[in-house]
């Protein structure tokens, strides 16, 4: 019989991600340049933001990345600096070197004539061979945090002055070889307030703004915003347009842009003297804006950066769109598949809730930052109602349970008897354990750990079975990381713990120790790891008494509801089995994703059988789609994989 081609993995990324810095080549304003926040890759678009391709990895510069800067000639040429070094690139981020080691610490980078200018803890240095060598330029020792170059006036405007002093504007029109003090501005002494940051009007003359923050360290205190009509002669305080001011953007029809870092996009039309309200219906104000870059060639194109990834606005920022195909800088938590219903895949990442209808082929971000709860993981989808979904998010303190009535647009907290509202400031609650029963949906089961000030500490389990308006407390199980509910009008209830697995026939109430035959967890306690020890319990949908569970020492399986386990290893060699996923249109067909790559049983053969490999970064979270059960998806921390096993036939497996 011939063998059938092995099926392949397909990828399919959600674009986006959170975006530390982003810098526009004033040579060609359509090459831009991007830093993923939290992983360090380096991304380049050359379309104006709607593509964009990696480059590679900045270099691991001690601290958080303040700034991009590229050269204004060439747009190749890049700069990146934290506060202990600078870096270039002269090849558009595909490698980077350290310059200007005798520099004390750079705040800012200006051009102008030619010469590149940096902004340092001591002095005003400059470079004439593009920061291969500097000499000290201006003011000595003082801490120059700010500096900047008028687009119109071409004057270089720096800010200097030392602790506890006042902080002095000073301007110069010969290209830094001469300075004039131009103001004092009204600030508190500059310790501690962060670094000033301009924007300039494009067709007010003499109309510019500054702003303070420092990038990488929140626990600066931000100054305030000012407005100057006279070239910085004047100041006037503004009413800042919310907290953490990030950018400003002054559009030439007299239209003033500020991206925040918590609250999105505000508006002023009377050049910041008030702000229009945040218009919760636009998607970008979900989503922190930390840089806005204009395209003077294109009117009214915006593109905002932030935490919630890259945005395009073709209006001015009356709407937006996300702009982040190929910017694959997403941290995955967790993904699920609608058990009935409409076919949709729903993915949870760092920065929002995506969903495809296609199999994966394309995504929608459906929620992203908001004030309002977002889980970090969806735990469970109601197998009648589909659109209702539950997961977990975080205050900093607690866990708190979330539920999404409409597809995961929007979340809502739950109210569990275990939090830290009332608990004062010493509290700690976790949540790990979450269990829908499959017989009666709107009874649900969360287990964790509670410690208090006033209430001690200790683990809990609670049921509730009238939509969360009593809670009935149950026996609890130390260590409890996970629940699973069988099927049946009297469905067993199981707790998994690092090295123990129980069983409760009356719904918590009563716990049995079961699992004889499973093999002994190493390296943790019922209070260990949860990377360690057992993994996931599976359930026949058919069969309830038939389980799987996956463990460090491969698939162990039971036929009388989990009293007894025996080894099916047969093929697999003894590895880590994250979890066992069931066929759900035939119970058994099961597949496993292991070191060596995904296998699936071979009922007639009592074997494992290699499938294909894994792809890099695909790790060994496994999910089918009920409603086409040929398609499995495997889910990585930073990628999604798709495999279509409909091809391929039990009896040829053999041949693998």
């Known amino acids: ?4 081609a092995a099926p392949e993995w397909v990828r399919t990324n959600l674009f986006g991600g959170s975006i530390g810095a982003l810098a526009q080549a004033p040579s060609a304003p359509g090459t831009l340049y991007a830093t993923a926040r939290w992983f360090g890759e380096m991304y380049r678009s050359r379309d104006g933001g709607a593509t964009w391709h990696v480059r590679g990895r900045l270099p691991q510069m001690g601290f958080p990345v303040r700034d991009l800067a590229v050269d204004p000639h060439d747009p190749g040429i890049l700069y990146a600096w ?24 750079v705040e800012a980078l200006a051009w102008r004539g030619g010469v590149l200018h940096a902004a340092t803890h001591r002095g005003l240095y400059r470079s004439a061979d593009g920061g291969d060598t500097w000499q000290v330029e201006a003011f000595g020792a003082a801490h120059v945090s700010g500096l900047a170059a008028d687009p119109a006036t071409g004057a270089l405007l720096a800010v200097a002055g030392e602790e506890e002093v006042p902080a002095v504007l000073w301007k110069s029109m010969d290209d830094g070889a ?5 103001s004092v501005l009204p600030l508190p002494p500059l310790n ?3 670094s000033p940051h301009f924007a300039f009007d494009p067709v007010r003359p003499g109309t510019l703004y500054v702003w303070f923050f420092r990038l990488g360290e929140p626990g600066s205190e931000e100054g305030p915003l000012l407005r100057s009509r006279d070239g910085g002669a004047t100041w006037a305080e503004l009413e800042k347009p919310g907290f953490s001011l990030r950018d400003l953007v002054p559009r030439p029809d007299g239209t003033l842009l500020a991206g925040l870092e918590s609250g999105g996009l505000r508006r002023s039309h009377d050049l910041g003297d008030t702000w229009d309200p945040v218009d919760g219906r636009n998607p970008v104000p979900n989503a922190s804006v930390l840089r806005l870059v204009t395209f003077p060639e294109v009117p009214g194109k915006l593109l905002a950066a932030g935490d919630g990834g890259l945005w395009v606005s073709t209006d001015g920022g009356a709407r937006w769109a996300a702009s982040n195909r190929g910017l694959t800088a997403v941290e995955l938590r967790s993904l699920s598949v609608s058990p009935t219903g409409p076919s949709f895949l729903l993915a949870v990442a760092f920065d929002g809730v995506f969903r495809s209808v296609d199999q994966g082929v394309t995504w929608t971000r459906i929620h992203s930052e908001d004030p309002g709860p977002q889980p970090w993981d969806i735990r469970a989808l109601d197998p009648r109602r589909p659109r209702t979904m539950y997961g977990f998010d975080w205050t900093g303190q607690a866990d708190f349970l979330v539920r999404s009535t409409d597809g995961g647009r929007s979340w809502h907290a739950l109210s569990v008897p275990y939090d830290c509202e009332s608990s004062g400031s010493i509290c700690s609650i976790q949540m790990p354990a979450f269990a829908l029963d499959p017989e009666h949906p709107d009874t649900l089961y969360v287990g964790g750990t509670y410690f208090t000030h006033h209430r001690g500490s200790g683990p809990f389990l609670v049921r509730s079975d009238d939509a969360f308006t009593t809670w009935e407390n149950l026996n609890p199980l130390p260590g409890l990381r996970a629940l699973f509910a069988a099927r049946g009008p009297q469905g067993a209830l199981y707790g998994l713990t690092c090295a123990r697995l129980w069983r409760s026939l009356d719904a918590g109430r009563t716990w049995q120790k079961v699992g004889r035959g499973l093999p002994r967890a190493e390296g943790c306690s019922d209070q260990g790891s949860r990377l360690s020890g057992y993994g996931s319990l599976s359930i026949d949908p058919g069969n309830p008494q038939r389980l799987y569970l996956a463990t460090s020492k491969g698939v162990y399986t039971s036929s009388d509801g989990g009293t007894t386990f025996s080894p099916m290893n047969r093929g697999l060699e003894p590895a880590w089995v994250g979890t066992v996923v069931i066929d759900p249109t035939d119970s058994t067909q099961l597949y496993v994703a292991a070191s060596r790559g995904l296998f699936r049983w071979s009922a007639a053969r009592r074997t494992w059988l290699l499938v294909a490999g894994l792809p890099a970064g695909a790790g060994f979270s496994l999910v089918i789609d009920p409603q086409h059960p040929s398609v499995l998806y495997a889910g990585g921390s930073r990628s999604i994989f798709r495999i279509d096993l409909g091809a391929l036939r039990p009896e040829e497996d053999s041949a693998r």
């Open 1 to 4: 019989m011939p063998v059938a």
């Open 82 to 105: 934290t506060a202990a070094q600078l870096q270039r690139s002269p090849d558009g981020g595909l490698s980077w070197s350290p310059i200007g080691s005798e520099l004390p610490g």
């Open 178 to 182: 001469t300075w004039a003090q131009v």
């Open 192 to 194: 501690g307030i962060g």
